[in-house]
């Protein structure tokens, strides 16, 4: 037990040394999460923001009010709404230069009155998850609303339809029509007719809070973090190997067992103390309840260790210092890249996120994401917390049989 | 106590150590003295239980080093050949790292780490890191963290390599005092010299073989009184034969070559006359003349036909 607690200190007394390489490991994250917010709208809190094409090929009131809708109060906030064509539309929305294309077709009004189907086509953004889906909602809730105006008004919509265009209603036409409008709307009360465009109480959306792209981002940062630290601390062995005190280990009656457990508890507190920096930024940033920061703390320190002793295990079966680090560096960024820190996992298609998923780093980022967005208190589910205790512990067990089994005589 | 008793160790085909055997007794220095790739480091690292002997017992303090590791190596002490310190952590804290390691704790550590920084002359140094050292100040660290503990057998090998001549008279110092203090010291090396000054007792190894063993004086006996005559130059074939029929007492010859010629005879001095008119009268010329006297050194020539150090 000494001997694990005298060896925690030297190693934190030796990388205190190694100051820069613990702000580059910090530096990375901080760089690519900032980019990220900065290119989300960096709006921080109030959301992600973006542009939603129109091609609005039938050109009438209805179809104006359909555009309309989607430049109203919270979503007006979140989407600029920009009118184009057919052509300029496709060649945005294949760039990744939009959010959304919606193709209102010829004819729509014609058939918003005379009630016969009629379908609005939206192209979304592959690489966007939040804003593609808020404005499938919201376009859905408009149709949903001109359901309900169609059935309300469907009488004087048709009576407004059969007037002769030519001659226009008369006089007479139109003040019975707006009294029987204006009843209609008495009786329902005065929120109707913007109602018919006010998604809120048609269809309520769902009471959590929405998520904003930048959230999503944080835990594959705080990965990302996590990866580099943990994969940068596994060298040691190596080193140690190279200076020749593993080899005065060995040939004295020091416990590698006790030696490994206090590497690791070393590289473990380095490795959540720079993970938790970037999640406490995150936490701040995002207005996170830091209720969750305990229970988020205690998942990286698992995962932490756990990669360390990965990494550190796997390191040690190669033949070179040069190759062992070479190797677990370019591995390090397919991992990073799938595992959800450079894209979130709910950004990839679907079977590249159920891949990232499964690796390690993908699972560890996916469970933290899934619980800070998530508006109830972290659900500590046995199946998750015995995986990550079980890479830790056989990790540290590979990295233990690899030094006694010749890794430290050499 | 050190015993090894018929010490095997191959790298694949290649036998770097072959049957060794010798002991070392407390309060001694026994050396093993050899050319580089001679089998010292390879015997060094099979007694502090780094390498698994092909075959063959090292006991040490009277524990198998194999069968009752962990006893064995918490009486040794091991100064690597190849530096083995932290360079990134203070002197102190190397040696604080190394008496844990060992089993030392609180003020006996304390007090027994500030007994070796005085004594490896780095008191005023002990907060400084090692990677700022000179390679004297570094030997002279890497002796200390192998004797922190006070071990019974101390493992020395070459820790004179790469030392300025200050650090090297302070290191033999430091051996003699371990030896005063009743520990038991194998002592590598490949300079005659040292062996002769530190070890009361050694083996010559070549080849992984031990070649000669004895005490200084028992070795040198065997060397007999005989001097070692080297000429260099320009030889005809059959020149050696003229030599020895001469009639030249002990006379025997170590090297015959076309320019080179090694003689060992008692008082060669008195023979030089004889020697220099038969290779003129063959027709020869001498270029250059080394005698020695009788030393280890020659006596590894005479049994090896090599110089000790190439
Ligand atoms: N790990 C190894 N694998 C193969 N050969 C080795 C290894 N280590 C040493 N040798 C060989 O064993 C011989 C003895 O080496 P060593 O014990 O280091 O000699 P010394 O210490 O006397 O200079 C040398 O020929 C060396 O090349
Ligand atoms: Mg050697």
């Known amino acids: 037990m000494d001997f694990i607690v005298a060896t925690f200190r030297k190693d934190l007394t030796r990388w205190r040394e190694d100051a820069h390489a613990l702000i580059i490991w910090l530096a990375i994250p901080f760089l ?17 923001s973006g542009t939603l094409l129109i091609d609005d090929r039938d050109d009438t009131l209805i179809s104006g ?10 979503i007006g906030d979140m989407l600029t709404v920009q009118n184009v064509g057919a052509e300029e539309g496709k060649q945005l929305i294949d760039a990744g230069e939009a959010s959304g294309l919606l193709t209102i077709p010829e004819g729509f009004q014609d058939a918003f009155i005379n009630d016969t189907p009629v379908v609005l086509t939206l192209k979304t953004n592959p690489a966007q998850t939040i804003l593609p889906g808020i404005i499938e909602n919201v376009t859905e809730v408009l149709l949903d609303a001109g359901f309900y105006l169609q059935a309300l008004f469907g009488e004087e919509i048709a009576a407004i339809q059969g007037v002769d265009d030519e001659a226009g209603p008369s006089n007479a036409f139109v003040s019975s ?4 409008v204006n009843d209609k709307m008495q009786a329902l009360g005065p929120a109707l007719f913007p109602l018919a465009f006010d998604i809120e109480i048609v269809e309520p959306p769902p009471a959590e809070p929405r998520p904003d792209i930048g959230l999503l981002f944080l835990p594959g940062i705080v990965m990302m973090a996590l990866l580099f630290s943990s994969q940068g ?16 280990l060995v040939s004295s009656p020091g416990l590698l067992n006790q030696f490994v457990f206090g590497k690791a508890l070393a590289a473990t507190l380095v490795i959540a103390g720079i993970s938790g920096i970037t999640l406490a930024v995150g936490f701040l940033y995002h207005g996170i309840a ?20 990965w990494f550190a295990a796997l390191q040690m079966l190669f033949p070179t210092q040069k190759a062992a680090n070479l190797l677990s560096t370019i591995f390090l960024f397919p991992l990073m890249m799938m595992g959800g820190s450079f894209f979130p996992l709910a950004a990839l298609p679907d079977w590249l996120a159920s891949v990232g998923r499964m690796s390690p780093n993908g699972f560890v980022v996916d469970k933290l994401t899934d619980e800070l967005v998530s508006a109830n208190a972290w659900s500590f589910d046995i199946r998750s917390w015995t995986i990550v205790a079980a890479i830790m512990l056989s990790g540290l067990l590979l990295c233990s049989w690899r030094l006694k089994s010749g890794f430290a005589r050499r | ?9 191959q790298y694949g085909d290649f036998t770097a150590v072959d049957g060794a055997c010798f002991e070392a007794g407390d309060g001694k220095v026994f050396g093993l003295l050899g050319p580089n790739g001679a089998g010292k480091s390879t015997a060094i690292n099979c007694i502090s239980g780094l ?10 303090s009277g524990f198998d080093i194999v069968r009752d590791g962990k006893k064995a190596k918490a009486t040794l002490g091991v100064v690597p050949q190849e530096l083995a310190l932290y360079e990134d952590l203070p002197a102190l804290d190397n040696l604080n790292y190394w008496g844990k390691a060992y089993g030392l704790r609180g003020a006996e550590l304390d007090a027994r780490v500030r007994e070796v920084l005085d004594y490896i002359g780095l008191a005023d140094r002990a907060k400084d890191l090692p990677k700022e050292f000179s390679g004297g100040m570094k030997r002279r660290l890497n002796f200390g963290c192998g004797i922190v503990h006070k071990p019974k057998v101390l493992l020395l090998d070459e820790p004179t390599v790469g030392v300025d001549p200050q650090s090297r008279a302070r290191l033999f110092e430091m051996v003699e005092a371990e030896r005063d203090a009743g520990a038991c ?11 002769e000054r530190l070890c009361d007792s050694l083996a010559i190894i070549d080849h992984g073989k031990i070649i000669a063993h004895g005490s200084v004086d028992q070795l040198k006996a065997q060397v007999g009184a005989r001097d070692v005559l080297q000429l260099s130059g320009r030889f005809p074939d059959g020149l050696a034969a003229t030599i020895a029929d001469r009639g030249i007492a002990d006379l025997d010859v170590l090297t015959d070559e076309s320019n080179v010629l090694t003689l060992t005879m008692t008082t060669a001095s008195h023979h030089l006359p004889a020697i220099f008119e038969a290779i003129t009268a063959a027709g020869g010329s001498v270029s250059e003349t080394s005698l020695r006297s009788p030393n280890l050194e020659t006596l590894f020539l005479l049994l090896t036909g090599k110089e000790l150090r190439e």
Do not use: C
């Not at chain 1, 830091?290 to 002793?309: E, N, R, T, V, Y």
């Open chain 1, 233 to 248: 601390l596994s060298a040691d062995f190596w080193k140690e190997r190279e200076t020749g005190t593993l080899r005065r």
């Open chain 1, 65 to 74: 009010f359909v555009a309309g809708a989607f430049a109203q109060d919270q």
């Open chain 1, 177 to 180: 029509m707006s009294v029987q």
């Open chain 2, 51 to 60: 390498l698994a002997p092909t075959s063959g017992h090292i006991s040490v």
């Open chain 2, 185 to 195: 010291i194998l002592y590598t090396t490949h300079y005659m010299e040292e062996a």
């Open chain 2, 1 to 9: 106590m050190l015993k090894v008793d018929n010490l095997t160790k």
């Open chain 1, 32 to 48: 690519i999460g900032g980019l990220i917010t900065a290119m989300a709208g960096g709006s921080g809190g109030s959301g992600p």
């Open chain 1, 290 to 309: 830091w209720s969750k920061f305990l229970p988020s703390m205690l998942w990286l320190i698992f995962a932490g260790a756990g990669f360390f002793a």
